[in-house]
């Protein structure tokens, strides 16, 4: 391998994308999870977010559900 080749190798390597902070409260008494701190990984139609949880758990809801933390 040439130098010039080490060096572009090394130019495509990326540094891991951040995860985003988990910035909501989850309000609603739904699935156990009221209270529990979530983010959101997409948003839909009709207000409609996707919904992560701090373990994983993952949820299609309103956004009317959300508070931010």
Do not use: H
């Not at 060096?7 to 999870?33: E, F, K, L, M, N």
């Not at 009709?46 to 956004?63: A, K």
Request: glycine share 10%.
């Amino acid at each position: 391998m040439t130098d010039a080749q080490a060096a572009g190798a090394t130019s495509q390597q990326r540094a891991p994308a951040a995860i985003p902070s988990i910035a909501y409260v989850y309000r609603w008494d739904r699935q156990g999870r009221k209270g529990q701190r979530c983010r959101v990984f997409a948003r839909g139609t009709m207000n409609s977010v996707g919904l992560e949880f701090e373990d994983g758990f993952r949820m299609v809801s309103s956004g009317n559900a959300l508070r931010r933390a």
